[in-house]
């Protein structure tokens, strides 16, 4: 995709790219959040049926701290965890610490690299990688803080709704695309580098270190290292091209999640 | 299972079957729906618990097409959208395009290939990959209108809820059975063909066809085409027999789900 | 973990120490409902967003048994199977079947050996593979009593909340640890022995038994018996060490879950 | 208020008005429907907290008839008797029989007498005298059908929502006004004429008619027949007047909900 | 209603009959039971829109005092009193004093009293006045035992729902008819005879007592004593006949509510 | 009660005694808080059934004004309006207004003056009348911010939820007492003076202005003003005394809420 077409900035996630995005947060935020707004405006017009739903979890709302808060605040809860208690959480967890703020990158990651991914607001709406993501980055602050049951709780619930499953202890950077996300495993102690992007149903295990800008197969079992900017396939996992010698791919791992791709550096060590 | 047995035709999607029955779908439909109300009716009376559960679903409808409807739109809501928006969208589709009106086809699919399946009611009840197949036909139907936030706002749903993944832009042929249904993936531009087996975990993506009648192992990452009656393996996925020359089952994909009989199978690669 | 650091006996489920655990079993459940007690009394002072949860799970129940049921029932019910309904029935079988009420051997092994297991009580309110389990003993009660519309129409709750998928018909032993568990597959025709650790999103299909204290890696695909003491990986899943002679682990497996053991455990077959 | 002020037909059920006003139901239906959804439209604009109620309510629905047996639907549901189901009944039974679509002529009562009523859609969706009655109508229909189980059932919801408590053999015309409604008992064997207005609180009992366009002070007991046009008012009520020469008001009770003109009536007997 | 077509024991709460009904209680208890379930079963397979709700409430139950629990424990539940508690809270306590079972008598009453109590099972289903009386006896059980906040949000929750606002440390007795309920306010100090007929809307305040076989009239707001079998109407209350001579009538306070007879009754100080 | 026995200075909205309460809000409403919290924790230690519903509306919060929120927000919802959409609602206006902060006030009120008010925190979390109020503060601020669509959808559900219906234009002062509540009706142009008792049951409605200190019997209807330290009752109420020289009590409308003291004030008029 050439750079003349690129219509909103890469995400700061892709190491390679991110010094040519000068844009400060505050100001990238609001422009993702006025993207999201347009949408969701002009999709409650053509489908009166969902405009409810659009209405409730996005336009209602002034920020886009505000929108996520009440979203997952509502997926999320349960009969003994309200959705008051869980939106509150949310709120002022994002509120103390703006680090924690990152689903504006995370985004923009989704919406450059995903092809499926249609719109900022369907991906906000509907992605539960993307969903998953923001409500580890709370689960993860609250156990950094030694609050570790309500991180467990957190990350309990997580687990049930999305079938995605990080541990509140794993460390995961931004701009991390989950594709379809489900089933999706991550560890304890795995590390998992800025613009990364996970295959569906991948398993990331052990005191292991996902690089910047690695691609994890669909299904994949990973318990090994995976450089920077390497594809790890298979289970277990190995490097495409050995460990020796990696091949590595330059770019940003996909604009497009052309999953065939990977049958060509699977070919490597099938047969 | 001996033909002489065999209680009820074969199920439509299973081609060198399908001559044999004559039976146009209304009439398919009223005998499938007439044998679910009977289960119903001695499930209800000999377990008083359930019965509630049985009244609600499927004993209080007048049709298969109203029972499922109902079943979808209470499992499928949340508290953004409503138990009665989702009725009211599953049954005004289904009333509108007969062609989404599958379920009887899968339902014999079920039952007839799947031992665990041990009545229709319990199929339309409890198999999440019978129910997410028929929400995504409702997905798909939307999505071909070009009302692509509502068919992703429902297949977010179907995701949450049954961790079974379809991509509603992908194409899904009838008599299709899921085995457990747990953990499956489809990509936006799978097409799979009428009567394929579909094992737990399975991730299907790229652009590629499932033929007719084929199989998919369970936890396999299918990134290939995949011929009719051909069984497809692993991770990533390989034809057994290979490339050149699948070995090709000449009938239906197993009347049983044996599972060891991928063990055989499997033997050609693993050494 | 030498035994002289251990806090509380090893684990039943383990043949080879159970011999030292004279522990009669209303004895061992009084003294892990006091240790989980404790823990929510402590978890509840400290952190006051979680109180409401943990007085209505744990602290206002007066054993380990209805804290579980009420928690199962809240976990499990939907809008046609009402949680009052599926606390009774989980209360009622519970206390009907001594031998259902495994669930305080199965924590001490989740606290054993699972080191991301900081306490019981997390791991009897957000352990979705120890919920599972406990749910699916009463699911599998049901089914040997003929009662398969119920069993069933539990395991369909159990597999849409946990994306952990056992069917009612399988038999699981005792001091089981799914690790992480979502996307668990187990077939109708499995026994599990005592002891066994499976990995994520491990399924296990087809008329297979899995001995005690046997290991399943995470993303196997188990269609062959595992003798215990053993470990499979891969998919499909080869026991380490080959068919001939695995490679057999005289202890626990693992008193840690260190997922990179895999990794040596693979090499044998890994070129 | 001079007929040249009144911007909408006066509603049926004020008799010496009722022949100036020809449109016939579906027209006069038609043309509150569109008030309605252009109030809606209008304060979903400028009150974006309340437009997804507004969305799911009545802006995605196609009529009236819809509107409201969705809004009836959710209103009056409970965890057993679901939403869905009471949908479906308001929606078949107010299409199988034209006579209990109402609503209209109801909305327009509200709209012109009472001055505390702003527009159509706050009537529709607030007023919970408007909407108990029209789901008696229901009930009332159910009851004529000798469909008494469900029709106590209804009434059952209706009473323990809105505390307003309308015996389901209860006969009540059109055009009534429920004044804040509040606490109102209306018993088995009353009927309720055209056009009445009941005050808040007010008790009706026995076998007792109301007469066209008669009123009915605030917490008044009436345990007798009230002439047309006549007001009945206090514990037990009587007529304002006395029995022999009650004193008639000649046109619709009240334009407006004036309570102090009860006052002057009252002072007849008050000393 | 001669006493010859009584098919059922008059309730014990009518004094002047009690002595002929030599019942145990739980032989009573039993036979209501029995025809509650056949009338269900009747009513269920007449209306298979409402057969869901019999089988959940009544069907699905081993005993009156277990359907009752139920039946209150999801009327009452709400987000921050979950119906798990509350189900648990009403069978202990209606199991460990069977004082508090007064149902089947309270059922008796209504029905031999109320000509618009049709059956058994709608009144134990739908009538507010009975159901609201049934939990007041566990919060009255709950004050006495000095477990008053407990007592008070039980309260809070049967005023909430039922708008019937019965204090917990009010003496209720038996066979208690609330005609409608709806309204009805009893205070602290109150104490309620046997076998008392109350009308809608009625207010008992203050430190008075009701005389068994008591009639208090519709919207009557009583501060007085009222004598055994006499009856009181009106705002303040004022007993027919006068304090004096109140005309006392000898039988059971009316096999009908045929209010009325109030009408005459108040003729004494109307006028 | 002589002054010395006074635990807690009397409410402000007594005006007779303000003059001594020089205390200032914030100080005021801390101490209150502090009491609340107190009482909950003890009996959260003496009935732990309760403690989860104490943490989750009391004890988890770090302000009464957000404890009331979440209350309220919890209390009000419904499937169309969310609690979080509420609780956010609630907590946005009191902190933009402190003017409606008189919970603190109110509360004073019901436990100096209302013997059946056992504790601050009984009456925070039970007490309808105090919680109709304090949302009906929410209502009247957006009332006269013109915000009346969503007003009136809030006086909706108050009037749902409680069976107490105070129109938002209505204004009402502080250190109102509501005795029981339940049933209350105030119109659209009253006015309520600091300090009012309002009993069970009574309207108020039409052009009229409660004057401060003053009493409204239960049942009463008020169609005509009541001047300060007055008391009106009946149906329509007339003032003890007469309109030309009301009987006034000069202090505060009754420390306890004897009811029996009526009777001698009504007794001016009843013969």
Same mark, same amino acid.
């Given at each position: 995709m050439p750079a003349g077409e690129l219509r909103y900035p890469c995400p700061v996630s892709c190491p390679q790219v991110s010094?040519?995005? *000068?844009?400060p947060m505050e100001e990238d935020e609001a422009w993702v959040w006025a993207q999201i707004k347009a949408e969701a405006r002009r999709d409650a017009e053509l489908e009166p049926a969902l405009a409810s739903y659009l209405y409730s979890t996005i336009?209602? @709302?002034?920020?886009l701290e505000r929108s996520l808060s009440f979203h997952l605040g509502n997926k999320l809860c349960s009969s003994t965890l309200l959705s008051t208690l869980l939106y509150d959480l949310f709120l002022n967890t994002f509120s103390s610490d703006? %680090?924690?703020?990152?689903a504006a990158v995370d985004l923009r990651a989704a919406r450059v690299? $995903? +092809?499926?991914?249609? %719109?900022f607001s369907h991906c906000l709406l509907n992605y539960k990688g993307f969903l998953a993501c923001q409500a580890h980055r709370v689960a993860h602050k609250l156990w950094t803080q030694s609050r570790r049951p309500l991180a467990l709780a957190l990350h309990s619930r997580i687990s049930d709704v999305f079938a995605v499953d990080i541990h509140p202890a794993a460390k995961i950077g931004k701009g991390i695309l989950f594709d379809h996300a489900t089933g999706v495993v991550i560890g304890e102690t795995a590390v998992i580098g800025d613009g990364v992007l996970i295959g569906a149903g991948a398993t990331i295990l052990g005191n292991v270190k996902i690089g910047e800008g690695a691609k994890i197969g669909a299904g994949s079992v990973v318990l090994i290292d995976v450089p920077p900017r390497t594809t790890a396939v298979g289970n277990p996992a190995r490097l495409v091209g050995g460990k020796e010698k990696p091949s590595r791919h *330059? *770019?940003? +791992?996909? *604009? %497009?999640? $052309? @999953?065939?791709?990977f049958i060509s550096e699977w070919s490597d060590y099938i047969i």
């Open positions: 010094q040519a995005t *000068e844009t336009l209602s @709302h002034s920020s703006p %680090s924690l703020r990152a690299r $995903d +092809p499926a991914c249609v %719109s *330059e *770019e940003c +791992p996909g *604009e %497009s999640m $052309d @999953h065939t791709s």
